[in-house]
């Protein structure tokens, strides 16, 4: 009985001991499984978010012409494929129109201007509006423009947007294709009464003083013609003196930075000075924007600003005063030290009392004072005179 009860202990002990094996042996496999997923199923997760990225690109982005009444114009948009599978487009014709004065558009879908035979959106024809485009390759997505012959003079605007198209959720299936789109804005000037007209509403800085020289400049330019114009300008900063300081270039770069009629734009320029002492005071900017056809008109607004470094002119005359304490410490020290040594030893500070006590009284002559013997009643350092000159 004895030697069943150790037999029944020691398995026991084994049966308890086989859970603290298995557990390592758990954690080495759920260790190992998250090591593969990292390398094998990394790939896959790459794999399917490239694929749900797709790119599109078209050219030219921007289309601008003048035109008659009656005229027609045909082109085509070149759509380019650089994703790794074949690429269905689609294209559709959106009324363009300014959103705001930083330079942003909206499109005005063509179901509102149906009634607008002066809408450019109206104008437009996509014989093709879908097209498949190979992996690697490029094709062309052609439109043509009919003026009417009734149509107002001035600018009109619209775009083509171009994207993919939508994927099938049927079938059961649970992905669902998001479309994506890239317009093509087309500008186009109808000849007769153009009016090119624009003035500047505004031109300020964020501030008026500052402590260096680093302004943030804001120029509003509004259209009040019928076309769309594009300003182009510089800002020139001058000095207290006169002297020019730095100027900025306004909306000189690249082919947009137009303002549309009845609309406005803000060009926001920054400009950095030197920043020394010597450039501080009152400064001057002057804006100028030219526009119209060869920038044949023009617009000029001056303001002014102030530079003061007060924190660093305060630190220079603290230092100013530092130096010029020290100095005149270091003169009174020396010109003392030179005295003494000329006087052959230190000079002693007598009190002035004590000078005034020990100075030599001088020796005064006798006086005789003629006249009476003082009367009874007098002091006796009052001399009675009135009898002085009394003839005996």
Do not use: C
Request: proline share 7%; charged share 20%.
């Amino acid at each position: 009985m004895i030697m069943k009860k150790n037999i029944t202990k020691q398995r026991l002990v084994r049966r308890r001991g086989r859970p603290g094996r298995s557990r390592a042996a758990t954690v080495a496999a759920a260790a190992g499984f998250m090591i593969a997923l990292m390398f094998f199923a990394a790939p896959l997760l790459s794999r399917a978010q490239s694929a749900d990225t797709t790119s599109i690109t078209i050219t030219p982005p921007f289309f601008s012409l003048r035109v008659s009444p009656g005229d027609s114009w045909s082109s085509s948009i070149r759509v380019v494929n650089t994703n790794p599978g074949a690429l269905p487009v689609t294209a559709e014709v959106m009324g363009f129109a300014p959103s705001d004065q930083e330079g942003h558009g909206r499109f005005i879908n063509p179901s509102s201007l149906a009634s607008d035979t002066d809408a450019l959106a109206n104008w437009i024809t996509l014989p093709q509006p879908n097209i498949a485009v190979p992996s690697g390759a490029a094709a062309e997505l052609p439109f043509s423009i009919v003026i009417p012959r009734g149509a107002s003079p001035g600018g009109h605007y619209a775009a083509i947007l171009i994207g993919t198209q939508p994927g099938n959720a049927s079938g059961g299936g649970s992905r669902v294709g998001v479309s994506s789109f890239i317009s093509a804005l087309i500008f186009v000037t109808v000849s007769g009464d153009i009016r090119a007209d624009g003035s500047i509403r505004e031109f300020s800085t964020d501030q008026s003083f500052y402590e260096k020289p680093d302004v943030n400049f804001s120029v509003r330019f509004a259209n009040t013609g019928n076309v769309q114009l594009r300003p182009v300008g510089q800002i020139q900063i001058y000095n207290a003196f006169g002297q020019e300081q730095g100027a900025i270039g306004i909306n000189q770069s690249g082919e947009f930075g137009y303002v549309l009629p009845s609309s406005s734009r803000i060009f926001d320029e920054n400009w950095q000075g030197p920043d020394s002492l010597w450039n501080i005071g009152r400064y001057t900017a002057v804006v100028t924007l030219a526009y119209g056809d060869n920038g044949i008109k023009s617009a000029s607004q001056t303001l002014t600003f102030w530079v003061l470094p007060i924190g660093k002119l305060a630190e220079d005359a603290g230092l100013a005063l530092v130096v010029i304490g020290g100095f005149i410490f270091f003169l009174r020290r020396y010109i003392r030290k030179t005295l003494e040594r000329e006087m052959g030893g230190a000079t002693r500070t007598v009190p002035k009392r004590q000078a005034i006590e020990d100075a030599p009284v001088p020796p005064q002559s006798p006086r005789t004072i003629r006249g009476e013997p003082p009367q009874r009643g007098t002091q006796d350092d009052v001399v009675d005179l009135r009898r002085r000159n009394r003839p005996r």
